[in-house]
């Protein structure tokens, strides 16, 4: 399922971990895979141009006080629900 937002892709969907190494050569060129959710996470892709947005990082700063460098899905976690997530990088998307 993709969700368009303006000048952004974010493709969410469901993954068991078996999923997850064949999925990892989906992530086009200028993305970064992420893993979102509280009990089930959703895979999104964010453009890499959000790595230095401060509002970007304060999700990255909360996965590394949260789960380190040992991510339980294999790719970077970020621990919040998926609907703050996407109010994060939508507001990104319009600025």
């Known amino acids: 399922m993709a969700v368009r937002f303006p000048s952004v892709l974010l ?5 068991a971990a078996k999923k997850s190494t064949s999925r990892s050569l989906d992530v086009p ?3 970064l895979a992420v893993y979102v959710g509280e ?5 999104f892709l964010v ?3 959000y790595l230095n947005r401060p ?3 304060d999700l990255l700063n909360k996965a590394e ?3 380190g460098y040992d991510h339980p899905m294999g790719g970077l ?6 609907e703050d997530f996407i109010d994060v990088t939508s507001n990104l998307s319009r600025a």
């Open 11 to 15: 493709r969410a969907s469901f993954l």
């Open 47 to 49: 453009p890499v141009s």
């Open 77 to 82: 976690t970020i621990p919040c629900t998926e």
């Open 65 to 67: 006080e949260e789960f």
């Open 29 to 31: 060129r200028g993305f």
């Open 55 to 57: 509002s970007f990082q």
């Open 39 to 43: 009990m089930e996470k959703k895979r």
